[in-house]
């Protein structure tokens, strides 16, 4: 079974600085999507970012940013230049490639991410 | 705001109760997800539909049923309610049964079971 792992239960960083979220995961699958979610205080969860496993170059979104390593199986999020914004619950999640009927996405725990001003 | 809504917001009810919950995709979204947030479970994948479908089935418990309607809303339902069942439940849409394709996520319902 595949896991989600997020070693920082929370994190806090000053305005402007750049900061590393980590997460890694455990599948025998090849083919597979990484997702990095946000959620602010208001409760909705916002797509943040997404990997193709097949794809080696790491996908960037403006600030945010990703390093994917995948014989490690890790996949961290790095948001340069941090707002005030960003300050949320960061979840990352795993989806393995099919076709039909059994592309469940699993999530990580969350790292709690406060940007101070 | 992302163009999915949720209601009700909130939902007090007692155990053994059985609740619904509504959740009205995107415009021109076929598919429409359901999640569970708890403390105790962190975020959870339940079920999908996909035009009316049943496409994709995570963690859902078995006093748990959802369906799609023809207009694409959907309705979570919830039965014989345990306090362990509290918790905040998202529904979100996407425009294919893709499930790499981008979600939006409504604001959720907040279910408290006394």
């Known amino acids: 079974a595949q896991t989600v792992t997020q070693s920082q239960p929370e994190m806090s960083v000053q305005e402007a600085e750049t900061v590393t979220l980590s997460c890694t995961y455990d599948?025998?699958?090849?083919?597979?999507?990484l997702f990095w979610y946000k959620q602010p205080p208001s409760r909705q969860m916002i797509l943040v970012i997404r990997q193709e496993a097949y794809k080696q170059q790491n996908a960037t979104e403006n600030r945010f940013s990703v390093n994917f390593q995948k014989a490690a199986k890790s996949f961290s999020l790095k948001i340069s230049d941090s707002q005030l914004g960003d300050t949320a619950m960061y979840f990352c999640a795993f989806m393995k490639h099919v076709t039909f009927g059994d592309d469940k996405i699993i999530f990580g725990k969350g790292t709690r991410l406060h940007i101070l001003p | 705001d992302s163009g999915v809504t949720q209601t009700p917001k909130h939902l007090i009810t007692a155990t053994g109760q059985r609740v619904t919950l509504r959740c009205s995709p995107r415009s021109g979204d076929l598919s429409v997800y359901w999640y569970q947030q708890s403390l105790d479970q962190g975020l959870q994948f339940l079920i999908q539909y996909y035009n009316g479908e049943e496409r994709a089935k995570g963690n859902i418990l078995e006093r748990f049923s959802a369906q799609q309607f023809p207009d694409l809303h959907s309705e979570l339902n919830l039965s014989s309610l345990e306090l362990g069942d509290s918790a905040l439940y998202f529904c979100?849409?996407?425009?294919?049964?893709?499930?790499?394709?981008?979600?939006?996520f409504g604001p959720g319902t907040r279910l408290t079971v006394l």
């Open positions: 979100a849409s996407s425009t294919t049964a893709a499930y790499y394709n981008e979600q939006f």
């Open positions: 599948t025998s699958e090849n083919n597979y999507y």
